[in-house]
């Protein structure tokens, strides 16, 4: 046997999977390829790869091994970096120059509290290396381009497609320099010696011929090889195509005020027929649908100068704030039912607005000189009127914009438009015009919904002029009747048409708002920033009324109340009461001085006054009234704050000794009603007489003895009061929770909430159910006050109040209340959340403003420090955690120590029915026993209590609490937390991490950081929570995903806080609850849930150091399942005492999975998935594999493993993926097929291939048949290009499994690469020298799919003749003929019905029998390429989407394509390089070494760059002169194999590839010389390969063969060794004879078209060829 040739040795592959799957069981399902499967018996010591081990103790492994390195890159994969995390406390960004607070300060607590909470720092928690872990991998496809920068180009042939054109000149410049070359008959000898010596040889190699020893050789080669290497493999490789990596956590937005889509609106200019008096406007923004306001007035002013001096005994000089021409709004929930509403005023006057708006529609500017006189007596009649009215106003004109008509018009238009809205114009445009789509819609971030086409942020700028306004119907001034007009507007026979208009000139500018406007004042007139200068006119931002509830907490101190008279009834007022104005004032008490200037102004006016004045109707009993008055409110209200309403009578006309103004009538509002503010519609009854003393304390409503009222003390008067407030809840749930905290904190009793007086005895009770009560609350409100609700809820916990004496626990109350909210809000803002389900304002809550609470209230940052006074003084840290803890708390939750204790437990009914339940139970039972002791027992330090302070001394840690009450808690509650663990579990971490941070304990051991009961709180609460995951996934598995993703998250940051060791058996506990249901069921999705648990937890950014990656591993005590003996049969080199060392880093052996935790749990994971024998897990492929592909990519570019050396510290965590891929090499896609390589025109150039299934036959225009060519050369068609008969042979045998997708194996084969590139040479050469032959071939096998795999595809770009090649190149790449291929399998494979099947399958082809696996089908549906849109690289894609793409993006592509081929096979260069020094010295070594030849010929076969090609060729040179004999008397196929690929080579257009391949092929005939003084087998060998070369390529040159044996002969010429032998005649005997074959193929290519030439030459040829041949025999 032993002859026996390398390829048929690996027949015993099958007979290998026999062996596997009878040792299977002992392995754990595992196939572990390695060796000695039949080494003696298994010990004890294994633990299955299903199975987690038990993980190393990592605190205790830093201590009892310290580090031998001092510092340095490998220094720092040790331990985690000292700055790993850091709080910060970050300034709040505010938009404003100055900060919005209150004037009066914070005297009220609440308000205190309130003010805090919106200017407080932000506290955030930074991991400051987290952007290294896998989830923020920069190999993603957005960051790949940057990484991608300053790569070389490499040069391929197949993508240098030479021009005709060009050939033409080249050939035609030879003919010039040898002149008589047309007059030599063509087919002559000496004509072809003539044209050889007329050619230029290329250049030489220098040293080519020096004897130099072969180590110096291959060291030389090694250096070449190594300079200038890419660093980073995974920056050429296309990223994985996932949407959101799982593990990605992004940042949350930080908390900032709610601004809707904003409009800018300018008032440019507002013009009548006539001028004659000042008139004053607003704007405001109203929904139709909603019938609501939703904005607040925007009072303008566009009089003259000259016009507004008509005023001037009324006007105190205008503050700049009212100035204002230019306005902002915002619009939350844009709709087609919005429209902008313009209203205008003008002074009083005598008579109804009719009659004053007279003139306005009579007169026309053109008539102006004609009606002179009249105009002038108007004019003088309007001045009279503004001396003696100047403050009162009437209602004068209206009118409206559809917002979303000019929106829509604007957008559909190219430029800055104009659009002019007259009635007449308005007859199609309002309800005809259509909506054209408006391009540029940006997202609306959180902010909005409404309709989809209500985009107001893209359109473009529009001017619009408004001509026509409706006069004001003085019966028809309310809002409802407002509504009805806008709602008549949109009809197309609109009742408004029929109206006279008052015809007038409005010029407005509405464009989207930019992003940063400049001199912006707030509605509370606060400067926003940038106001460069306080003297420019500014723009008012316009405070939004949203049509709809909006949810965002509240970020700045707000405190405004808008009062909206509406309507008065004075129908049964005795005396005269006709032209009413009501005066609205702000009280602080009763006295008239009490008017407080907090009403904002209007237009060209003081910024705040005292009192406003409502418009006046002429001569109306019951007027409705369109007014709103604006008010400031004072921070902290009391009792006596109240509005005063003062209804007078306007006489209008001037008589003799009647007063301007009569008061005929009073009513009030008090601002609070039981410490709560008032706001809403109010029906006031309106007294005759001034009010009583001490009137504001009580309401209108209330009877007061001796007061005259209207209309028998009923309801008169209907106004609304709206606050918008950041101060006052306006939700009595939380109003009373927030006073009885705050009455704890005064220690004020009894207190007064509502009607009620509660007493200190009954606080508790009390304070229980108003935390209970606040799931009563409104949502929005809660939302508006989160921040300070779930601190308050926070503070109750850690500092438990102290009612009369008695701590009470309100730890549980809490926890249950803050449960209920999250939920609520994940429940009704389903919108606001992220890929992980996490509500986006509860993790900005926790990211930003969550911190723990100060032992002083009025400490900025928690001041723990005090605490340390040792274990006597107060607070000491024996009690420093937790009040109470139970002494008596069973130590650990060992599940045998207690199953007694859960039968004889009262609380438990029944048995438990499963371990879960059991599990659970016994912690419910503990958990009772824990908090009845907790509770009951007290501090030595109690006596303290009995003072004052309302709260503890000490605190309790919310973190401990936390996991306590979590722990401990049940049904609704439990369910509740769970539904949102991520909530609690991230509050639990950053509780952790600011108490470690203020005890300054971030630098202490972590084995001493905790309690010893809140590590067992932790672990009962992870064992739970995986026992849930297995026992509920099948029934409710979007809540599985989110509690598996929220573990996984928590283990992840608890990974950078605890005890390493701790969270490894944490990690352990869940992965063994998970195994022990998945192998139960073999149910994938349960798999894939634990795969996203591994993902998450690996994204650690310390991942590697967790992994002890300096560790070495030491021989176990007891051999472990790979022991081997010396002597095995199975080994190759037996002569080897094989290194249990190496074994075991190479091999999922216990102690590589105990030392490298994560490492070994994430490759065994890998193992079992890709295991053949696991069909339920074929779906699972892509996603195991993507988990390896992201670590590893992710690691690539790692700054902080830039270094070689710590790279290949890296790269040993993964050395057992070697073993896996080369045991999964059966099932792996078959890249080599898709190559099609034996349809190839001789070689590579020309030919297109696709690396998918999809296979690209070659063009059928071929010169000369292959066939033909092949007999001609005396050889079969069974050329030395076929494919290695290993993969033959077991193609069929080994594929009885659903094979690997494209992907997968591309993304696999990569991460081989990827270790192979970086991990220790020596480490790598040791393995090898372990593996047996099989083995090592198999390993020969993976690299041959390699080359394939990464093989260059030819990228054409346009060039001026770049059409042509570009069509040629579409033709060739996609025309794939599918029915040939299953024609040829058919053939192939006779019809048999499973085998067929087995290649359908492979194919692809969704033909599977329903009963097959689901989930092997879903893999194919999902991730078959040519079934999806999924492409790996541009060849795939087809010709309409590639002709969008630019030329650039084609360049870099080919430019990544090109360093990738050149990298993957310059890796596959190196490990061949480092397999022939490992078996150099066997005796086994020639089924190698031919199997490391057939790897290089193959790279050589395919399209391969020029910088690959040289090293490829001396690497081929340096074999071939170390083990001659290999070739010419072993592996006589190769030789002829490779002879075709050197004359390949040497007619390459690229020149330094000829030089190559020539030096290589002359020193093949020189070594061939050398061995038996001729070399008649290369001889023969280049002969027949020329023939068939020059036969069949399509594009083949003969000039640059020319050159090449020019070459050639140059160097036997030089060769000054061989000189004196037959040697150098034998080489030109060789090259003319290569040289005359090539003049004659060239001839008959160029009589094709003439059939008896053809002949004649063909038979000529041959009989040449038949000479030479003899010759040389």
């Not at 009220?108 to 955030?124: K, Q």
């Not at 917002?403 to 308005?426: F, H, K, P, Q, Y």
């Not at 409705?624 to 209200?637: N, V």
């Not at 003929?1377 to 019809?1391: F, Q």
Request: charged share 25%; glycine share 4%; with cysteine.
């Amino acid at each position: 046997m032993a002859e026996r040739r390398a390829f048929a040795q690996k027949i015993s592959r099958t007979v290998a999977a026999e062996v596997r799957k009878q040792i299977a069981g002992q392995y754990g399902g595992s196939p572990q390829l390695f060796k000695n499967l039949n080494a003696g018996t298994l010990t004890s010591n294994t633990v299955p790869l299903t199975e987690a081990v038990e993980p190393v103790d990592f605190e205790e492994y830093l201590i009892t091994h310290p580090p031998i390195v001092e510092s340095g890159p490998l220094r720092d994969l040790i331990e985690f970096p000292p700055d790993d995390i850091e709080v910060i406390y970050t300034p709040r960004e505010c938009r404003t120059v100055v900060q919005a607070i209150p004037e009066e300060g914070d005297t009220d607590p609440h308000v205190r509290d309130c003010v805090r909470s919106y200017t407080e720092d932000w506290a955030i928690v930074n991991r400051k290396y987290h952007k290294l872990g896998t989830g923020f991998n920069p190999n993603s496809l957005d960051k790949q381009k940057e990484r991608q920068k300053g790569l070389p180009k490499q040069v391929f042939e197949a993508d240098e497609l030479p021009d005709s054109s060009g050939y033409q000149d080249d050939q035609d410049d030879l003919k010039r320099r040898s002149m008589s070359i047309d007059d030599t008959p063509r087919g002559s000898w000496a004509c072809s010696i003539f044209d050889l010596k007329n050619s230029l040889p290329d250049s030489l190699l220098p040293h080519l011929l020096d004897r130099a020893p072969n180590e110096e050789i291959d060291r030389h080669n090694e250096d070449q090889r190594k300079t200038n290497r890419h660093r980073e493999l995974f920056a050429l490789h296309p990223a994985l195509d996932e949407e959101d990596p799982i593990e990605r956590h992004c940042v949350p937005d930080v908390p900032k005020e709610h601004f809707g889509q904003r409009l800018l609106v300018k008032c440019l200019s507002l013009k009548f027929e006539i001028e004659i008096e000042p008139i004053f406007a607003s704007l405001a923004l109203y929904d139709v649908k909603e019938k609501k306001k939703i904005s607040e007035n925007f009072f303008f002013d566009l009089n003259s100068e000259q016009t507004k001096a008509m005023l001037r005994p009324h006007i105190q000089t205008a503050a700049i704030s009212t100035l204002a021409r230019s306005a902002i709004f915002s619009i939350t929930y844009p709709s087609q039912d919005v429209f902008l509403v313009i209203k205008l005023e003008k002074v009083l006057q005598q008579g109804d607005i009719g009659e004053c708006a007279e003139p306005y529609m009579v007169f026309k500017e053109s008539d102006a000189n004609k009606n002179k006189e009249k105009l002038e007596k108007l004019r003088s009649q309007s001045e009279q009127f503004c001396q003696r009215l100047g403050r009162y106003r009437m209602p004068f004109a209206w009118t409206a914009i559809h917002l979303m008509n000019i929106v829509n018009s604007a957008g559909s238009l190219e430029r800055d438009t104009e659009l002019e809205m007259s009635l007449s114009e308005r007859k199609g445009s309002w309800s005809e015009r259509r909506n054209s789509s408006i391009m540029g819609r940006r997202s609306l971030e959180r902010t909005t919904s409404g309709d989809e086409s209500c985009s107001l942020t893209g359109f473009r700028p529009a001017t619009l002029t408004i001509t026509n306004f409706f006069k004001q119907e003085g019966d028809r001034l309310s809002d409802e009747d407002l509504y009805k007009f806008l709602a008549d507007m949109r009809r197309p026979s609109s009742v408004l048409r029929r109206l006279r208009p008052i015809t007038a000139q409005l010029k407005l500018d509405i464009s989207p708002a930019p992003e940063n406007p400049h001199y912006c004042l707030t509605p509370d007139l606060l400067q926003v920033k940038p106001y460069p200068d306080s003297r420019v006119r500014p723009t008012r931002d316009i405070l939004e009324f949203p049509a709809r509830d909006v949810y965002v907490p509240n970020t700045t101190y707000r405190n405004l109340l808008y009062v909206n008279p509406q309507s008065l009834n004075f129908a049964n007022r005795q005396g005269s009461a006709r032209n009413i104005t009501v005066k609205v004032q702000f009280m602080n008490g009763e006295d008239p001085n009490n008017a407080m200037q907090v009403i904002f102004g209007k237009s060209s006016c003081a910024d705040f006054y005292k009192e406003a004045y409502t418009s006046v109707v002429y001569h109306n009993r019951s007027p409705d009234f369109h007014d709103e008055i604006k008010i400031k409110l004072p921070a902290s209200l009391s009792d006596h704050h109240h509005i005063l309403f003062t209804f007078y009578h306007v006489s209008c006309q001037q008589k003799q000794n009647t007063l301007l103004e009569t008061p005929v009538g009073y009513t009030w509002i008090p601002m609070l009603q039981n410490g709560r503010l008032r706001t809403g519609h109010f029906c006031l009854p309106v007294s005759l007489e001034k009010p009583p003393q001490s009137y504001s304390v009580l309401s209108p409503d209330v009877p007061l003895p001796g007061m005259k009222w209207v209309d028998n003390h009923r309801g008169v008067f209907n106004v609304e009061v709206v606050a918008v407030s950041t101060i006052h809840t306006q939700d009595q749930y939380l109003d009373k929770f927030f006073a009885l905290v705050h009455a704890l904190d005064e220690h004020m009793f009894p207190v007064r909430i509502g009607d009620m007086r509660i007493m200190e005895n009954n606080l508790e009770t009390e304070l229980k159910s108003s935390i209970a009560a606040l799931n009563s609350s409104q949502l929005e409100p809660v939302v508006r006050f989160l921040h300070l609700l779930l601190d308050k809820l926070v503070l109750l916990v850690v500092r438990p109040p102290v009612i009369a004496g008695q701590i009470v626990n309100l730890g549980q109350s809490s926890f249950e209340v803050m449960a209920a909210i999250v939920n609520r809000l994940h429940k009704y803002l389903d919108t606001s959340q992220d890929m992980h389900g996490r509500n986006s304002l509860l993790s900005s809550y926790i990211h930003y403003v969550f911190r723990l609470p100060s032992t002083d209230p009025n400490s900025p940052s928690p001041d723990v420090k005090s605490t340390s006074t040792g274990p006597g003084g107060l607070g000491g840290s024996v009690h420093y955690a937790t009040m109470a803890r139970s002494a008596v708390r069973p130590a650990s939750l060992n599940l045998n120590r207690s199953r007694s204790l859960s039968n004889s437990n009262p609380d438990i009914s029944g048995t438990p029915t499963s371990p879960d339940d059991e599990v659970r139970a016994i912690i419910g039972s503990k958990a009772m026993e824990r908090c009845g002791n907790r509770m009951s027992s007290h501090t030595e330090s109690a006596s303290f209590l009995q003072t004052l302070t309302g709260r503890l001394p000490t605190k309790k840690l919310f973190h401990e609490e936390l996991a306590l009450q979590w722990v401990v808690s049940s049904g609704s509650v439990r369910e509740g937390a769970l539904q949102q663990a991520w909530f609690f579990f991230e509050l639990m971490v950053k509780s952790i991490i600011h108490h470690l941070y203020f005890a300054e304990r971030l630098e202490s051991p972590r084995k001493n950081r905790f309690p010893e009961r809140f590590m067992d709180d932790i672990t009962a609460l992870v064992s739970t929570i995986a026992g849930d995951i297995v026992s509920r996934f099948q029934k409710d598995l979007e809540l599985v995903e989110r509690l598996n993703t929220s573990l996984a998250f928590f283990l992840n940051d608890l990974l950078s806080v605890m005890d390493r060791g701790f969270v490894f058996t944490l990690i352990k506990a869940y992965w063994k609850q998970v195994s022990t249901k998945v192998y139960a069921l073999q149910n994938p999705t349960l798999e894939s849930l634990r795969l996203d648990f591994l993902r998450i937890v690996c994204s650690h950014e310390h991942y590697v150091t967790l992994n002890l990656p300096c560790s070495l591993l030491t021989p176990p005590a007891s051999p472990s399942p790979s022991v081997s003996s010396a002597t095995s049969q199975s080994s190759g080199f037996s002569t080897h005492v094989q290194d249990q060392k190496i074994a075991n880093m190479f091999e999922l052996s216990v102690p590589f999975r105990e030392q490298h935790f994560m490492a070994g749990l994430v490759l065994s994971e890998l193992s079992v998935i890709l295991d053949p024998d696991n069909e339920g897990m074929f779906g699972l492929h892509k996603k195991v594999v993507s988990v390896v592909h992201n670590l590893l990519s992710s690691h690539d570019s790692d700054p902080r493993y830039a270094d070689s050396e710590v790279k290949a510290r890296v790269a040993m965590l993964y050395l057992p993926l070697i073993g896996i891929v080369m045991e999964t090499l059966p099932q792996l896609h078959d890249f080599t097929e898709s190559l099609n390589q034996w349809g190839r025109s001789g070689g590579v150039q020309g030919t297109t291939v696709c690396s998918n299934g999809d296979d690209a036959e070659a063009e059928g225009n071929n010169m000369i048949n292959q066939t033909v060519a092949m007999a001609i050369a005396g050889t079969t068609t069974t050329s030395p290009m076929s494919r290695p008969s290993s993969f033959l042979l077991n193609s069929q045998a080994n594929r009885q499994h659903g094979s690997f997708s494209a992907e997968s194996s591309r993304s696999l084969l990569i991460c081989l690469l990827w270790v192979l590139k970086n991990a220790d040479e020596l480490v790598l050469q040791k393995w090898f020298t372990d593996l047996s032959v099989s083995q090592l071939n198999r390993l020969l096998d993976l690299l041959y799919l390699c080359v394939s795999c990464f093989e260059y595809k030819a990228h054409v770009v346009f060039t001026m003749q770049g059409k042509k090649a570009f069509e040629r190149m579409n033709s060739l790449t996609f025309k794939k003929s599918k029915d040939m291929k299953a024609k040829l399998e058919e053939a192939i494979l006779g019809s048999i019905g499973a085998r067929q099947e087995m290649v359908r399958r492979s194919r692809g082809q969704l033909e599977r029998s329903p009963s097959g696996s689901a989930f092997g089908s879903q893999e194919n549906l999902r991730w078959r390429k040519d079934m999806t849109h999924w492409r790996q690289n541009s060849e795939r894609l087809d010709k309409s989407h590639r002709s969008h793409r630019t030329r650039a993006e084609l360049e870099h592509e080919a430019l990544i394509d090109g360093n990738l081929a050149t990298e993957a096979n310059l890796i596959i260069l190196d490990t061949l390089e480092i397999i022939v020094q490992t078996v150099s010295v066997t005796e086994s070594k020639e089924s190698i070494l031919g199997g490391v030849l057939k790897v290089l010929l193959h790279s050589m076969a395919c399209n391969q760059s020029a910088l690959y090609l040289q090293h490829c060729f001396a690497t081929q040179r340096a074999l071939v002169s170390k083990f001659p004999e290999l070739l010419f008397e072993e592996e006589t196929e190769q030789c002829a194999d490779l002879c075709l690929r050197l004359l390949r080579s040497c007619s390459s257009s690229i020149s330094t590839i000829r030089a190559h391949a020539s030096a290589s092929l002359y020193l093949l005939m020189r070594q061939n010389f050398e061995i038996g003084n001729n070399f008649a087998r290369v001889k023969m060998q280049v002969t027949m390969s020329l023939s068939s070369l020059v036969g069949t390529s399509q594009n083949f040159n003969e000039e640059f063969l020319r050159r090449s044996l020019k070459t050639i002969l140059t160097y036997a010429e030089e060769d000054l060794e061989l000189r004196e032998t037959t040697f150098p005649d034998q080489v030109q005997d060789l090259v003319f004879n290569l040289h005359m074959i090539l003049s004659d193929t060239v001839k008959m290519k160029e009589h094709q078209e003439d059939p008896e030439m053809l002949i004649d030459l063909m038979y000529r040829y041959c009989t040449k060829l038949m000479n030479v041949q003899e010759n040389q025999f």
